[in-house]
């Protein structure tokens, strides 16, 4: 190969190098408020959001932002956004709900095809926001219809899915909402994981008992949902881990290798990134 020649290969690399530091997929995580008094552990959004950024950190090219309280102070941050994660409380507590003009944030970046990802109440919008969320998630949380609570869950059978890749078997008592309103026909959902009392884990509970899953936005946009991970001590599963990150990474629009994205940690870390909590007082016994 002539001078000439190795000269404009390494300049390709190069360039090819550049290009990809240039454009990392970014994520947004945006966390809800926690409660200073609560039972440790539990609805632990912050806590949540660092082990999300410990976990996606591991795959190159990924650069995440990190925002408490629910609402960024710049709302810039969201402009180069290849997703955003909203871990939140929900039923009209969300912040990024708060406001009109906060829905049109969102909406714009949703409109340029930004992934969208919901954890735990975050998928529950307010009755006046049902059609938003229809369109932003593909299903609709009817506060007297849809249920929740906890219970004992076993997951073992996962789809195939670009989301479920790698995914292993875990077990847990965890809080989740299911039975969700979805469209007819279920138009751009794929199921991801199933939750209820009465199957547990299993698929057998068919669409009523639906607690993660994908939606394909007609434009070609992503969404992923998870209700679970109301307990920090789920982030201890491996097959939790796994499934949260790949999801997210779908909704970026990544490739998902055929093993899983990366999500290497352990409960001593996990651990380390709880929030510190006051216990709330015992009740007296009557």
């Given at each position: 190969?002539?001078h000439f020649f190795r000269f404009l290969a390494a300049l ?101 095809g930004v992934g969208l990802v919901s954890i735990h109440q ?164 009557k």
């Open positions: 190969m002539s390709g690399l190069m360039l090819g190098l550049f290009s990809e530091a240039a454009d990392p997929i970014k994520i947004v995580l945006v966390a809800g408020t926690v409660k200073e008094v609560d039972k440790p552990g539990h609805h632990d959004y912050t806590g949540g959001c660092e082990v999300m950024k410990h976990l996606l950190e591991q795959t190159k090219g990924v650069s995440v932002s990190y925002i408490k309280e629910g609402w960024p102070q710049g709302e810039t941050v969201f402009d180069d956004a290849n997703a955003i994660v909203f871990y939140t409380d929900g039923g009209g507590k969300q912040a990024y709900l708060a406001s009109p003009e906060r829905i049109t944030v969102i909406q714009k970046q949703i409109d340029r975050a998928v529950e919008f307010p009755p006046q926001l049902a059609k938003q969320a229809g369109e932003w998630m593909g299903a609709v949380y009817n506060k007297v219809l849809s249920g929740r609570g906890h219970w004992d869950s076993k997951h073992e059978t996962f789809p195939e899915h670009p989301v479920t890749r790698g995914v292993t078997p875990w077990a847990l008592n965890d809080g989740w909402l299911n039975r969700f309103k979805f469209d007819t026909g279920m138009a751009g959902v794929t199921p991801a994981v199933w939750s209820g009392k009465e199957h547990l884990g299993s698929p057998k509970g068919g669409t009523k008992d639906v607690v993660s899953w994908t939606f394909d936005h007609a434009d070609g946009g992503h969404s992923f949902n998870f209700s679970g991970l109301d307990a920090h001590f789920a982030w201890e599963f491996e097959g939790a881990r796994k499934l949260m990150t790949n999801g997210i990474l779908w909704a970026a629009k990544a490739d998902i290798p055929e093993s899983g994205a990366p999500c290497a940690a352990d409960k001593a870390l996990v651990d380390s990134l709880e929030t510190p909590r006051t216990a709330p007082p015992k009740k007296a016994k």
